[in-house]
């Protein structure tokens, strides 16, 4: 998995590399200059040939430094560039003042002001946007707000490419959140790894790509920093999902999808279809009497047993084999259903609890926080978190007036550390955790937008996916990480008219595509 660093994180790493000696801070500027140049010719690369107009837009901070870079690179290849500062030369930090003093000998650098795009007669190809990086501070006012607010209209109306430094400006490097304004650009180059604002919120509606340039500096080892750490997900290895080829289905689990009545047992005949085509072995659904009939006249491969009560569900649950259960969609809110959590949570077996379980504590979330384990997973969207954690979700909501800003990460750590369990918070940003810190981000966003995913039944089969996987043995946070990117890749590879029956279809397409086979398929 790749790392995603906050500012303070990515800070430290700068500054044990320069403390040790192997680079210097204005090597780094230097590189992180370059490497947007790269990227910018990379993107487009017409721009690569003959001769260009830029325009620079340069911060009172190491952001701005790296724009004179970029600045003095780009004349270099015979392009004509205009640089505009913001803000006093001689207040700039040491490293941006060097760049801006070697600028400063090649080409002109103005005053920043609400005419530094230009007017519509003499507009730039390009404008690079070296305002304010990972040290954005408060909301952004004045002439940088008016001209970060114009890039999406010249890029629209008028084909002027844009590319931000290391992140758009505005944009809490730390939070995904806007302070201020909310600029839109073509592409952003950030240098070493994403920070987790290109993942975190609408991420993908202030920038349309994001790329990693290295600068020659330390990578964290997930293995052995994964507690301090955010991890973006990626795709799961193939032998995390590949079944033993002796294997019998016993040894793939068991899964057990309780019900609602009658009417009502769609959801979770998703999450058991979905919780059977992730591989575990066996997934049985417990029904109510009321929705025997209903459920038998659904279902082939699916399983089925009368769970009338939470006596019986309780004998039930003494065979052992039923390794992973699932508890919530189209439950209900009745006693019934909260009696039934009541006696699965305190077997400490693996359990996924979403949608009514989750909601039926809206008025008592800390009743079910004192019976949740480690082996628990939540899987809330964000109204069943606001429900179930309202002062988290208020400080989410609040509007920030200072980065670095409250983000969904801070938050679902803190709910996962709360309810002592492992927490998913769904979304383009799915953000999951473990009650012991460590967390990471499913982002569905940039290349992998899946709008269709947003679709009704779609969180039940999820809740599916991370109870069968579970089943087959994987940890809560694992399953959770592997679940999320199995949900949108099924999605992708559907595409338009997806709906929730279709997600978990996909699943044997999506694990060929892993390179999981059959053994006589080689
Ligand atoms: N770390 C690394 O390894 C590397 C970092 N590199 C680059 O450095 C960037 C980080 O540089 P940075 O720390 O100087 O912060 P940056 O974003 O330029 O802004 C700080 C300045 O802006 C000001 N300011 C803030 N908000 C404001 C507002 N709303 N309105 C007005 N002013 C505001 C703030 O003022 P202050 O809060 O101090 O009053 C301060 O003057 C990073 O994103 C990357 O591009 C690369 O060179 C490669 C290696
Ligand atoms: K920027």
């Known amino acids: 998995m790749a790392e995603l660093l906050t500012a303070a994180e990515m800070r430290a790493v700068e500054r044990d590399a320069i403390a040790s000696g192997i680079v210097t801070g204005l090597e780094l500027m230097e590189r992180a200059g370059a490497g947007v140049v790269d990227a910018i010719f990379e993107e487009w690369p017409d721009l690569a040939q003959g001769s260009h107009k830029a325009v620079v837009l340069c911060g009172p901070g190491n952001n701005g430094g790296d724009g004179f870079v970029v600045a003095r690179l780009l004349q270099q290849r015979g392009w004509t560039v205009t640089a505009h500062l913001m803000g006093e030369a001689d207040r700039l930090p040491p490293d941006a003042r060097t760049n801006h003093d070697l600028w400063i000998g090649m080409g002109p650098c103005l005053p920043l002001s609400d005419g530094s795009l230009g007017s519509v007669k003499s507009l730039p190809d390009l404008v690079v946007d070296a305002l304010f990086g990972t040290g954005l501070a408060r909301p952004v006012e004045g002439d940088a707000e008016f001209l970060l607010g114009n890039l999406d209209t010249l890029r629209r109306d008028f084909g002027v490419r844009s590319v931000a430094v290391d992140i758009p400006s505005g944009i809490c490097s730390d939070s995904g959140k806007a302070l201020g304004c909310f600029p839109k650009v073509d592409l952003t180059v950030s240098f070493h790894s994403e920070k987790l604002g290109h993942r975190l919120e609408q991420a993908d509606t202030h920038s349309r790509r994001v790329v990693v340039k290295d600068i020659g500096l330390h990578h964290f080892d997930p293995e052995d920093e994964r507690h301090d750490h955010v991890w973006c997900v990626e795709p799961p290895a193939a032998d995390l999902l590949d079944k ?279």
């Not at 209903?294 to 065979?319: R, S």
């Not at 492992?422 to 569905?444: E, F, N």
């Not at 996916?465 to 199995?486: D, V």
């Open 244 to 522: 033993p080829v002796s294997g019998q289905k016993y040894t793939q689990g068991h899964a057990l999808v309780l019900t609602g009545g009658a009417g009502r047992t769609g959801a979770a005949r998703l999450a058991a279809m979905a919780a059977l085509r992730v591989g575990a072995g066996l997934v049985t659904l417990g029904v109510p009497q009321s929705a025997m009939s209903e459920v038998a006249n659904q279902i082939t491969a699916l399983m089925m047993i009368k769970v009338p009560d939470a006596e019986t569900l309780g004998e039930l649950l003494w065979d052992t084999r039923l390794n992973a259960l699932c508890l919530g969609p189209g439950l209900g809110l009745t006693d019934l259903p909260r009696s039934l959590i009541a006696t699965v949570l305190p077997l400490r077996r693996p359990v996924v609890l979403d949608a009514d379980a989750l909601s039926m504590f809206h008025k008592t979330p800390a009743e079910l926080f004192d019976m949740l384990h480690e082996k628990a997973v939540l899987t809330p969207h964000r109204g069943e978190f606001a429900r179930l954690f309202p002062d988290l979700d208020q400080k989410l909501k609040q509007e920030p007036q200072k980065g670095p800003a409250y983000s969904k990460v801070d938050a679902v750590r803190a709910a996962a550390r709360r309810a002592g369990c492992t927490v998913l918070l769904k979304g383009a940003d799915t953000v999951m955790a473990a009650p012991d810190g460590r967390c990471s981000i499913h982002s569905a966003q940039y290349d992998r937008a899946a709008p269709w995913l947003a679709t009704a039944g779609s969180g039940d089969v999820l809740s599916g996916m991370i109870t069968g996987l579970m089943a087959r043995g994987l940890a809560p946070l694992t399953a959770c990480e592997t679940a999320s990117w199995l949900h949108t890749q099924c999605a992708l590879m559907f595409g338009p008219g997806l709906i929730a029956e279709d997600i978990a279809s996909q699943i044997p397409a999506v694990l060929r595509d892993r390179g999981i086979r059959t053994p006589s398929a080689g």
